[in-house]
């Protein structure tokens, strides 16, 4: 047998065009005639309009029109995860504003010009008139007394108040537990920076009412479902285009004014229109993440038994509520709350909280970080309460080696999972017996190292579609793929999930090719295209190997199952006498007598002879709704030096051990956790977005938020172990956003273990070597450690 | 405003706006759009190019600033339809993901290793702080960087 194609890091598919600039991402298609967009943006965060002013902008060279939100008529935008029981208010989220702004980057206007310069210009040149009103950006602080109202219609702005658990029973637990830790835990604004910006284009046929929209979408066919919602034609006169796509991380599921805005001018005008967010735009309008305001506390025995954890969360929602927001900080962050851990109460209250901040929604992770960052955080406050080694209170907690399903108390049930065994090894990788002594001996000589130890357990690649039902996601989980092979045997694989970085033209050529024996490089991955792909619900949640990989693998066994029959019928043998090896199906017994899964394909295709009953080609398509979700887990661990004198944080060493189960292609998995890890530290470390009092957004460029940059970090250690889901055909599970999830607290806890001797507890994330210099005097004039 | 250039070899001439940035002119005036922008402050570097054979973000100089320049974009790099080692050492390295930053890495990281041969890995982050990526964590850029300057110290 050849080397299995399943199981090997080969280089990825996609590379080819993205390393030569061949490759084509939205804003690098053209249209003869496009005129470009331009969106006049409010600089309030919350005012009337009193009046807008535009001949001076009509009558500049090269502008087409101007419209404001009088002009447009289209449906609002619509938000698509309605949490029940949650008293839940869908304030109307226009297009373009009517009346009133609710953040800095409310669209107001649109130019069309024939220049996209001009088109800014002429932006620039509109006229608004404003009446400043009192502004909101704190989550907790807007659903207080007295805040700003921010939409008549959403009293005390609280959008919704999701309740998990039962209160009377945590507060049984926690009024008789010895030790209760608590803390105020902020998840600032982190800005999801995809490098390539947002971009749409659109173009409408008026003689066969047809619209086609490119743009940089996570999703194109739930891209396409909104837009016809929105502007009124018919979904199968929407097609929806999703080119190269240079990253999203959450940001380019939801569906944006702008796309709406686009295809509604394109229809109005009869000519292309393109419009393409600068960065400073993309920091105002495009979603942000995390946001809470968390007030959490953890009950546990003075002997080290975790007895429970619960939390009260403000989640910043931003001046409308965004395709997916009111899922994020309820069912993909409370569900988590029990994380590896033995503990048996839980109970979380999230309160949705609209504000006057850019509108926020599922940012790589999406709630998971949230509940690992104060979960982790908690263990190491009940550690240091009891006075016991934080890893030996992770070890005593873990949920013990299970492969089949074990029920937590939030409900889940996690699919299966070795943890003891992934912490173990991580923590002989780092040499955690012998940093302890390290520690202590650099400690005496003035210098301050410390590790932070996270072990996690996630959910992603979600489904079954009833449970999004019950949790109120308007749409489905399951994905559904094509396996199309050409009479010259040549495979295209087609998907409605829409990948965009992943490799995951890839990874899921390298399934099919273990499944059916293509070589690898005979198999396309189409994706992206609503007319040319079925359905498919998109690539997020690290759903896409799980789920579409799911769907290819079965498709791929029907039509294995069907070259099994025909191969058979072709060497006149008896189909329980084929044996099937590498691509190849020959008689037992007769092993000079074969059938290439290549000659099978082209007799099916020509159908000269087939067996009673079979109808003619070789394609087989499924649909794929997984019958739960799958549960990553690992530990990862940091080892950080900090300088007392500066507060500057240096991130030494990173090891992470994740099990994802088998790993279909190990550099594409370690590439996730090496990305995911750096996005999750930096969280830690140095990015979040920053308001003024009066909801100017301080980080609005490059040159102001912290993106991490490749001298912040060393050389990662990954280990992995593999523990197969028990209900996906080939036992893999997601990892897009593990690296994430763990890598946040596993930094922070390790930064304060480094300051435990100079007496700092707490700091507020991102640990700037200024906020950690400033703790650091603060302590000390306390009196410092002890 | 006329500018004339050679880009990629061959010569260019073009009317254009005097404002109009550089970046600007190579994507629409020359569809070279391989050159991507990904900030407006000079900072991701996703522009970058080569101009008379030094390494420079296309975003900070207008077009009429290169006129009479020789450019190198990443659709240049190409030598004989061969790729360039470091076009080779990222594709080998697995060092991508979305490949939005690439041409700026690549064309970034080529010069550095042309004029640093033999650059240690420390060097190559130091380097790197003005090129921006969020998808890889910087581990296979470093890796793909370092194994061209290896190589090209004959290591």
């Known amino acids: 047998m050849t080397t299995r194609i399943f199981g090997s890091g080969i280089k990825r598919r996609e590379d080819p065009r993205l390393i030569t600039g061949e490759a084509r991402y939205t804003d690098d298609i053209k249209l003869p005639g496009v005129l470009h967009m331009a969106v006049v943006r409010s600089p309030y965060a919350h005012a009337n309009i009193v009046g807008i002013d535009s001949s001076a902008a009509e009558a500049m060279e090269g502008v087409v029109a101007v419209f404001t939100g009088d002009d447009v008529d289209l449906a609002g935008i619509p938000t698509a995860w309605l949490i029940p029981d949650s008293d839940l208010k869908t304030p109307e989220h226009p297009a373009l504003a009517k009346g009133k702004v609710r953040y800095v980057g409310d669209g107001v206007a649109i130019v069309l010009a024939d220049d996209r310069y001009r088109a800014q210009d002429a932006a620039d040149a509109v006229v608004v008139e404003y009446e400043e009103l009192p502004a909101v950006i704190d989550p907790e602080e807007a659903a207080g007394e007295g805040a700003p109202l921010i939409h008549d219609d959403v009293e005390g702005n609280i959008a919704f108040r999701w309740v998990m658990g039962d209160r009377d029973a945590s507060d049984a637990v926690f009024n008789s537990a010895d030790v209760v830790v608590s803390e105020r835990i902020l998840q600032q604004r982190l800005l999801p920076t995809a490098m390539e910006p947002r971009s749409a284009m659109a173009q409408y046929n008026a003689a066969t009412q047809e619209l086609t929209l490119w743009c940089t979408s996570q999703n194109p066919h739930i891209h396409r479902f909104i837009i016809s919602a929105v502007t009124g034609l018919n979904e199968n006169k929407v097609r929806v285009i999703a080119p190269e796509v240079g990253g999203g991380f959450g940001s380019k599921i939801p569906c944006y004014p702008d796309e709406a805005l686009v295809s509604w001018a394109a229809i109005k005008l009869g000519v292309p229109v393109k419009w393409t967010e600068t960065r400073s735009e993309n920091y105002l309008i495009t979603i942000h993440g995390r946001d809470h305001v968390q007030h959490v506390e953890m009950a546990a025995s003075n002997d080290g038994k975790l007895l429970g954890v619960r939390a009260t969360v403000y989640a910043g929602m931003g001046g409308y509520l965004s395709t997916a927001a009111p899922g994020i900080p309820t069912i993909l962050h409370g569900l988590l709350y029990v994380g590896p851990y033995t503990m048996d109460s839980v109970f979380c209250e999230s309160i949705g909280v609209m504000t006057n901040g850019t509108p926020t929604d599922a940012y790589r992770g999406a709630g998971r970080p949230e509940a690992t960052f104060l979960l982790e955080r908690m263990v190491d406050n009940v550690a240091r309460a009891i006075d016991m080694d934080p890893v030996e209170l992770r070890r005593k907690n873990l949920i013990p080696a299970f492969e089949d399903g074990y029920e937590v108390a939030t409900t889940l049930i996690y699919d299966s999972g070795d943890y003891p065994t992934a912490f173990e090894k991580a923590l002989d990788m780092a040499g955690y017996s012998d940093f302890r002594q390290a520690q202590a001996n650099a400690l005496a000589s003035g210098r301050y190292l410390g590790i932070g130890v996270t072990a996690y357990t996630e959910m992603c690649g979600l489904g079954p579609s009833q449970v999004a039902g019950a949790v109120g996601f308007q749409g489905g989980l399951w994905e559904s793929a094509t396996v199309r092979v050409t009479p010259t045997g040549k495979v295209q694989a087609l998907i409605g999930a829409s990948p965009h970085g992943q490799g995951s033209e890839t990874t899921l050529a390298q399934i099919i090719a273990e499944e059916l024996g293509f070589p690898v490089d005979d198999i396309e991955v189409v994706h992206g295209d609503t007319t040319e792909t079925p359905m498919g619900w998109g690539t997020y949640g690290s759903r896409t190997t799980p789920v579409t990989g799911a769907a290819l693998a079965h498709a791929s066994r029907k039509l294995k199952d069907k070259a099994r029959v025909l191969a058979a019928h072709l060497m006149e043998a008896n189909v329980d006498d084929i044996e099937y090896a590498d691509g190849s199906f020959s008689v037992r017994g007769s092993p000079d007598q074969a059938q290439s899964i290549q000659d099978v394909a082209l007799m099916a295709h020509l159908a000269w002879n087939m067996p009673e009953g079979m109808d003619p080609g070789f394609e087989e398509s499924q649909f794929y709704d997984p019958p739960n979700f799958v549960y990553p887990f690992g530990t990862h661990i940091a080892i950080v030096e900090v300088d007392a004198e500066t507060g500057e944080v240096e991130l030494q060493r990173y090891i992470a051990v994740d099990d994802c189960g088998p790993q279909i292609n190990p550099e594409i998995v370690a590439g996730q956790i090496h990305g995911g890890v750096v996005q999750g530290a930096a969280q830690a470390l140095c990015e979040g977005a920053i308001y003024s009092d009066d909801g100017q957004l301080l980080t609005g460029s490059m040159m102001d938020y912290c993106m991490p940059k490749a001298d912040m970090f060393p050389n990662f250690e990954l280990g992995e172990t593999v523990t197969p889901s028990p209900h996906h055909p080939v036992g893999v599970k997601g990892v897009g956003e593990t690296g994430t999830i763990a890598s946040t607290p596993t930094v922070y806890n390790a930064v304060l273990d480094a300051l435990a001797p100079l007496g700092v507890k707490q700091i507020d994330m991102p640990l700037t070597s200024a906020k950690v210099w400033g703790a650091i005097q603060a302590a000390s004039a306390n009196g410092g450690g002890n | ?155």
């Open chain 2, 1 to 155: 405003m006329q500018v004339s250039m050679t880009v990629n070899g061959v010569a260019q001439e073009a009317d254009v706006d005097p404002r109009t940035l550089l970046v600007h002119f190579l994507r629409e005036a020359l569809d070279l759009t391989g050159t991507k922008i990904g900030c407006d402050t000079s900072q991701c570097g996703a522009c970058t190019v080569h101009l008379n054979g030094k390494v420079l973000k296309s975003c900070t100089l207008l077009a009429v600033q290169a006129d009479g320049c020789e450019v190198t974009t990443i659709e240049g790099l190409a030598e004989g339809g061969e790729h360039h080692p470091m076009q080779t050492a990222f594709w080998e390295n697995h060092g991508l993901q979305c490949g939005y930053c690439t041409p700026g890495m690549i064309m970034a990281s080529a010069a550095f290793v042309r004029d640093n041969p033999g650059a240690s890995e420390a060097e190559i982050r130091h380097y790197l702080e003005g090129n921006i990526c969020r998808c890889t964590g910087y581990h296979n850029i470093v890796k793909a960087v370092k194994q061209v300057a290896d190589s090209a110290a004959g290591a």
